[in-house]
C-alpha cells in the first residue's frame, strides 16, 4: 500500500487517519504540532509517542523531504536561490529574499508550467506535474531551517501556475495557515496568477485574506495574446470582470504585475490604454524590468521602467517600481531547473 504523504494532510484528515488505525484522537494533535510547530521530521524524534505507535506511523505514513542540489547566493544582496531536488528525483526553485520589513520566500507551485508566457524561461522547461501540499509547504519549512531566517512573507510567484494547481494551493494555503500549527497569516502571502478566470471567481468567493497578483504586461488583448498564450482562453475583458469581483467579494486590493518590455508594452499608448482599464479600481501596477531568458530576445532598456513609471503618475495609476534582487544570481524563476533538468537528461541524471 502507498504510504500517505502526512504532511499533505489538514488536522481533520490526520485524526481521521489515527482513528483508522485505532489509535485516540489526540494523537493526531500532538503529530500535527511536532510536524507544523516544532518542524520535526522524523517519526523516532516524537518523543511524546510510544515507540509501539511511532512503529506504526512509520509504516503508514511518510513525509516527504526537500534536498538542497544547488544553492546560490547573491553577490550584490542577501538573495539565496534554493534548486531543491524532490522525492520523485524532479527539481523546483525556492527563492530567499531580504527586505526591510524581514525575509520573504518565493515559492513554487508545480514542477514547470503549461502556460507558455513567451517571456518567462518556465515556459521553456515544459510541464512535468503539479506540486503536493506538502512540496510547497516544506519549501518555506526547508528554507527556514537551511537559512536560519524566520519568513514574515510569502509569495506563490515561482515556477507554475497556482491557480493551474487549485485545490493543491488551497490546502496548503489552509494548512500553513492552521492555527493549531504553524498559524501563519493570509495577510502575508501573495498568490500571483496569469488569469485563469474562473479560478478567480472560485478564489474571491472564499474571502480569503491573501493578496491576489495578477500578470498582466499588457492592456493591449492583441498584445498580451501574443506573449501571454493564456489570454486567448480568457480575455482581458473577462479578467478584468473577475479582478472587480475579486476587489467586491474580499475588500481587497489587487496587485497588477507588469514586465515592461521594449516595443512590446511601454509606450505611451500602452500607458494610455493601462490607465484606462485600471481607473477607478481599487488595485496598484507593481513595474519590473524584464529578466533575460537566455532562449528569448526580450529586453528592458535602462531608463524605461522608471519612464513607464512616470507615465502612469501623470495618469494617476498607482505604480511602484519593483526592486530587482539576486540578479548576479539568476534569481528569475525557471532558469536554474531548466538547466538542472537539462542536464540530467544529458548526463544520465549525474548533475554533482
Ligand atoms: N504563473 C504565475 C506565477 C509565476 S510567474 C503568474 O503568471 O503570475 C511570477 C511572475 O514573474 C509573473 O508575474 C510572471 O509574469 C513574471 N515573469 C516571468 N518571467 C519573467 C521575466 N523573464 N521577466 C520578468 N518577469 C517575469
Known amino acids: 500500500m502507498e504510504k500517505l504523504d502526512i504532511l499533505s494532510l489538514e488536522l481533520p484528515e490526520l485524526e481521521q487517519a489515527i482513528t483508522d488505525i485505532g489509535e485516540k484522537k489526540f494523537r493526531a494533535k500532538q503529530i500535527f504540532q511536532w510536524l507544523h510547530v516544532k518542524r520535526v521530521f522524523n517519526f523516532d524524534e516524537m518523543t511524546d509517542i510510544s515507540v509501539q505507535l511511532r512503529t506504526k506511523l512509520k509504516e503508514i505514513f511518510c513525509i516527504n523531504g526537500l534536498f538542497v542540489q544547488k544553492k546560490l547566493e547573491s553577490g550584490i544582496d542577501n538573495t539565496v536561490k534554493y534548486l531543491y531536488r524532490l522525492s520523485d528525483g524532479n527539481f523546483v526553485e525556492t527563492v530567499l529574499m531580504e527586505y526591510s520589513y524581514g525575509y520573504s520566500v518565493c515559492v513554487s507551485t508545480q514542477v514547470g508550467c503549461k502556460m507558455g508566457c513567451k517571456f518567462c524561461a518556465s515556459a521553456i522547461a515544459g510541464f512535468v506535474r503539479h506540486l503536493l501540499p506538502s512540496e510547497i509547504l516544506m519549501q518555506i519549512y526547508e528554507t527556514e531551517r537551511q537559512s536560519g531566517k524566520k519568513i514574515s512573507s510569502v509569495v506563490l510567484m515561482g515556477i507554475g501556475e497556482p491557480l493551474d494547481n487549485y485545490d493543491n494551493v488551497l490546502k496548503f494555503l489552509r494548512l500553513i495557515s492552521d492555527s493549531r500549527g504553524n498559524n501563519f497569516s493570509l495577510r502575508h502571502i ?26 498582466l504586461h499588457s492592456p493591449d488583448q492583441g498584445r498580451r495574446s501574443e506573449i501571454m498564450p493564456v489570454s486567448r482562453a480568457y480575455n482581458i475583458h473577462e479578467l478584468m470582470k473577475a479582478c472587480r469581483y475579486y476587489i467586491e467579494k474580499t475588500g481587497r486590493r489587487i496587485t497588477f504585475e507588469y514586465a515592461v518590455i521594449d516595443n512590446v508594452n511601454s509606450s505611451a499608448k500602452d500607458a494610455d490604454k493601462l490607465a484606462a482599464l485600471l481607473r477607478g479600481m481599487n488595485c496598484h501596477v507593481n513595474l519590473i524590468p524584464v529578466n533575460r531568458v537566455k532562449e528569448r530576445n526580450y529586453r528592458t532598456a535602462r531608463s524605461a521602467v522608471a519612464d513607464f513609471a512616470k507615465q502612469l503618475e501623470r495618469r494617476n495609476i498607482n505604480a511602484t517600481v519593483r526592486r530587482t534582487l539576486g540578479s548576479d544570481i539568476e534569481a528569475a524563476c525557471g532558469q536554474l531547473r531548466r538547466d538542472a533538468a537539462k542536464n540530467e537528461k544529458e548526463n544520465g541524471g549525474a548533475d554533482q
Open 190 to 215: 501573495s498568490l500571483s496568477t496569469c488569469g485563469i478566470v474562473p479560478r478567480i471567481y472560485q478564489l474571491a468567493d472564499l474571502k480569503l485574506q491573501l493578496t491576489l497578483c495578477i500578470s
